[in-house]
């Protein structure tokens, strides 16, 4: 089966590539991309093939000449680079008042931004029918989770994230109810899990068109931005976090999934029994001892005993210093542990 085409058409040669790159890179096309810096070749092109989606910047869309143009397009979007996005006066000039199949984006922004306002025109409407697969990927998940609190199980995970990144493919997923990640990471977010959940739930076969937006990275990891509100974790069953977790792995052909999981979120077990390792961080107080014993208890009376198999109890030395920053988390005491837990236990 041919590919449709996408085209992207722009005489400012950096901002092309840019677009073009994080294109390439953040977002499983289902087209075949084109790159033109120059109209006439633009034109040329689509005199002989028809383009199902052109992202055009507003100066090189003024010195189109050939009317067929409009007839050889489907989806056109105009980047914007006077007055305010969604006027027409410029499509106005060219080919008549906009309509269904050309809107127009502000070309002053990130090429996140852009690309998610493509996404939000043609997910939703017909003009993006052809989603990538979502198809089977052997993923290796770990689970983190101890129910003794205050135990640095974000920085471990972080860590050991951070460090299989360098030679794997690896997702972190962060299920705390108040993991405060964005304020640690000196970051906003525009969108969350539960917005991830949403689409999964509404809109599965797009899922693979939306996530990549989404998707952040820290030190090379990559992670989705946890829930910013927390109780809508309680309304979501394990099965559905489960074919989730999967789902990403299979778009993202993550060889590792990381999951920071908290006592908060329903199905905590069927994650634990998904896992292929599981690390409990341990310490020697009574308190922490306590919780311990009852969290076994717990799993032997609900015969888990597959969970207990599956996990590691780690009790770390005291550390005399940790990094400074949640994205430098290879380097250090915490991440010269946690490597030999890779050699040893992970890749042994």
């Not at 205050?150 to 972190?172: D, I, P, V």
Request: glycine share 8%; with cysteine; charged share 25%.
């Amino acid at each position: 089966m041919t590919h449709k085409i996408m085209a992207i058409c722009d005489t400012e040669e950096g901002y092309a590539f840019r677009m073009a790159e994080y294109l390439l890179e953040k977002v499983k096309l289902p087209y075949t991309l084109h790159l033109f810096t120059a109209v006439e070749e633009l034109e040329k092109f689509a005199g002989r093939e028809e383009i199902e989606i052109l992202l055009i910047a507003e100066s090189a869309w003024r010195l189109i000449k050939e009317e067929y143009i409009r007839t050889q397009v489907a989806q056109m979007f105009i980047l914007q680079e006077s007055g305010e996005a969604g006027q027409t006066s410029v499509l106005q000039e060219n080919g008549g008042p906009a309509g269904e199949d050309m809107r127009c984006i502000s070309k002053y922004q990130s090429p996140e931004m852009v690309v998610q306002e493509i996404l939000n025109v043609l997910a939703d409407g017909s003009g993006w029918k052809d989603c990538p697969e979502v198809t089977d990927t052997v993923v290796k998940m770990i689970g983190i989770y101890s129910p003794v609190k205050r135990c640095l199980q974000t920085s471990f995970a972080l860590s050991l994230g951070q460090l299989l990144a360098k030679e794997h493919k690896t997702m972190y997923l962060n299920f705390e109810m108040y993991s405060g990640l964005g304020e640690l990471l000196r970051r906003e977010y525009q969108s969350d899990m539960l917005d991830v959940m949403y689409y999964f739930q509404s809109a599965r076969e797009k899922l693979a068109l939306r996530l990549p937006t989404i998707i952040q990275n820290a030190g090379g990891l990559d992670y989705i931005p946890p829930m910013q509100y927390s109780l809508g974790i309680r309304e979501v069953p394990g099965e559905q976090w489960l074919a989730l977790c999967r789902d990403i792995a299979a778009i993202g052909e993550y060889e590792y999934m990381i999951l920071d999981l908290d006592d908060g979120i329903d199905g905590l077990f069927d994650l634990l029994k998904s896992c292929q390792k599981i690390y409990t961080i341990t310490r020697e107080d009574p308190f922490a001892q306590a919780k311990l014993r009852q969290y076994e208890q717990v799993l032997q009376q609900g015969e888990l005993g597959e969970i207990s198999e599956k996990t590691v109890k780690c009790r770390f030395p005291i550390f005399q210093e940790l990094p400074d920053s949640l994205d430098m988390m290879t380097h250090g005491e915490l991440a010269g542990y946690v490597k030999s837990i890779i050699k040893e236990d992970i890749y042994g």
